[in-house]
């Protein structure tokens, strides 16, 4: 909270000017009248609503935007408590270090921490997005139809708060063919079901979208209207270049400047994880540089994870995790094609990431031998404690 709300966010004041028209119409305002109006709504109806009750309270307008930022705090808080559910699925009691090193994860990496200061829509669908992967593990171990119709609810609601919810309905769709579970009467009842509750649930957006004079910025996200400055090249290099010592070199992000290397999606994707698409002072740079070295030492680990998963694929939760992370890919890559502006390859797009990602570094971790396993484990711990101090760091950097 010792964060401004406009410190290292996106659009801040068009998600307020979002949630004022909310306060001030009670009604959902057309897509291109707006910055961020194109957004699905839920988020913005339930900030609205903290802004009603500042403002019977008598609260100023400052006082107001820090109550919806104390929201924000919650809905990370209740993220985390999301992950922590993840960890005890995934891992069974006796693998306490495995729960550890997953929690440990979703609390200290800054892509997550961020949220918590922010007024946007992306911390509360995060919360319904880890909710919902948190629903299709439990569904796909415990074989729970509840928890799978749960799960597709959850889905919907996530849906309403941003439109990146259809990119897991899509992934739980096909973990669903994948799973193996039901003869194909079963299977084809329970898709159906799905279907309509899904649409049930979330289908009047995109009807209402569909209806508008002007829907163009609703299948666009307004990237219509971005800063052509900020356009990148599309070709193979630069979707697939990943260069560990020119990322050591420039270790923050700039969506303005090329010699940040901003036109390579995959390493600014990964810095973004850390530092999002800032740029920070220079007493920043050493913990930076080593967060990013561990970091890539620690996806190693989670290659290695994700190769023992793969060659036990029957007797694991390889398929729904590898679907998610497919999915989400997926529509991050079909963003930034149809998008090509630097700012649409922050990894805020693809922080469902998280959940598979440390899985295998967790499974990776302990494949390693033991005297390797006690350098990964301290690699990984002050990994984590970087993290925390580099968020320290910056607390009351504006």
Same mark, same amino acid.
């Given at each position: 909270?010792?964060?401004?709300?406009?410190?290292?966010?996106?659009?801040?004041?068009?998600?307020?000017?979002?949630?004022?028209?909310?306060?001030?119409?009670?009604?959902?305002?057309?897509?291109?009248?707006?910055?961020?109006?194109?957004?699905?709504?839920?988020?913005?109806?339930?900030?609205?609503?903290?802004?009603?009750?500042?403002?019977?309270?008598?609260?100023?307008?400052?006082?107001?935007?820090?109550?919806?930022?104390?929201?924000?705090?919650?809905?990370?808080?209740?993220?985390?408590?999301?992950?922590?559910?993840?960890?005890?699925?995934?891992?069974?009691?006796?693998?306490?270090?495995?729960?550890?090193?997953?929690?440990?994860?979703?609390?200290?990496?800054?892509?997550?921490?961020?949220?918590?200061?922010?007024?946007?829509?992306?911390?509360?669908?995060?919360?319904?997005?880890?909710?919902?992967?948190?629903?299709?593990?439990?569904?796909?171990?415990?074989?729970?139809?509840?928890?799978?119709?749960?799960?597709?609810?959850?889905?919907?609601?996530?849906?309403?708060?941003?439109?990146?919810?259809?990119?897991?309905?899509?992934?739980?769709?096909?973990?669903?063919?994948?799973?193996?579970?039901?003869?194909?009467?079963?299977?084809?009842?329970?898709?159906?079901?799905?279907?309509?509750?899904?649409?049930?649930?979330?289908?009047?957006?995109?009807?209402?979208?569909?209806?508008?004079?002007?829907?163009?910025?609703?299948?666009?996200?307004?990237?219509?209207?971005?800063?052509?400055?900020?356009?990148?090249?599309?070709?193979?290099?630069?979707?697939?270049?990943?260069?560990?010592?020119?990322?050591?070199?420039?270790?923050?992000?700039?969506?303005?400047?090329?010699?940040?290397?901003?036109?390579?999606?995959?390493?600014?994707?990964?810095?973004?994880?850390?530092?999002?698409?800032?740029?920070?002072?220079?007493?920043?740079?050493? %913990?930076? *540089?080593?967060?990013? @070295?561990?970091?890539?030492?620690? &996806?190693?680990?989670?290659? /290695?994870?994700? +190769? =023992? #998963?793969?060659?036990?694929?029957?007797?694991?939760?390889?398929?729904?995790?590898?679907?998610?992370?497919?999915?989400?890919?997926?529509?991050?890559?079909?963003?930034?094609?149809?998008?090509?502006?630097?700012?649409?390859?922050?990894?805020?797009?693809?922080?469902?990431?998280? %959940?598979? *990602?440390?899985?295998? @570094?967790?499974?990776?971790?302990? &494949?390693?031998?033991?005297? /390797?396993?006690? +350098? =990964? #484990?301290?690699?990984?711990?002050?990994?984590?404690?970087?993290?925390?101090?580099?968020?320290?760091?910056?607390?009351?950097?504006?």
């Amino acid at each position: 909270m010792t964060t401004p709300y406009a410190t290292r966010s996106y659009d801040s004041e068009a998600h307020i000017d979002y949630i004022k028209f909310v306060f001030e119409n009670w009604t959902i305002p057309p897509a291109a009248s707006g910055w961020e109006f194109h957004q699905a709504p839920v988020y913005y109806f339930i900030s609205a609503l903290q802004m009603n009750v500042g403002h019977m309270l008598g609260f100023s307008k400052s006082l107001n935007i820090s109550l919806i930022q104390i929201g924000s705090l919650l809905v990370s808080i209740a993220t985390l408590g999301a992950g922590i559910w993840i960890a005890s699925l995934l891992f069974a009691k006796s693998k306490k270090t495995e729960r550890l090193i997953f929690s440990s994860m979703v609390a200290c990496l800054p892509a997550l921490v961020f949220l918590s200061s922010r007024i946007t829509n992306n911390g509360l669908y995060h919360f319904f997005a880890f909710l919902s992967v948190a629903l299709l593990i439990k569904w796909w171990k415990t074989n729970s139809i509840m928890s799978w119709y749960f799960a597709i609810a959850t889905i919907a609601i996530s849906f309403t708060v941003r439109v990146s919810g259809l990119t897991i309905f899509a992934a739980a769709g096909i973990i669903l063919i994948c799973s193996n579970k039901y003869k194909l009467s079963k299977l084809l009842l329970h898709g159906i079901l799905s279907i309509f509750l899904f649409v049930s649930l979330a289908g009047w957006l995109p009807v209402l979208r569909y209806m508008e004079e002007d829907p163009l910025n609703s299948v666009t996200f307004s990237s219509q209207s971005m800063n052509g400055d900020m356009r990148v090249p599309t070709n193979i290099e630069n979707l697939i270049t990943f260069n560990p010592i020119e990322i050591v070199q420039k270790p923050f992000n700039d969506t303005w400047n090329d010699e940040y290397r901003r036109k390579y999606f995959p390493e600014f994707m990964y810095k973004s994880a850390f530092f999002g698409e800032f740029s920070y002072p220079d007493y920043i740079k050493p %913990i930076a *540089i080593f967060m990013l @070295i561990s970091g890539m030492f620690i &996806l190693i680990i989670s290659f /290695i994870g994700f +190769i =023992s #998963n793969a060659l036990k694929i029957k007797d694991s939760v390889f398929i729904p995790l590898f679907l998610v992370t497919f999915f989400v890919l997926l529509a991050h890559l079909c963003y930034r094609l149809m998008a090509p502006f630097s700012a649409n390859q922050d990894f805020r797009f693809s922080i469902l990431l998280i %959940i598979p *990602i440390t899985y295998w @570094i967790a499974i990776g971790s302990e &494949l390693l031998p033991k005297n /390797i396993r006690k +350098i =990964s #484990n301290t690699i990984l711990l002050t990994f984590y404690m970087s993290c925390v101090v580099f968020l320290l760091s910056i607390c009351f950097t504006i």
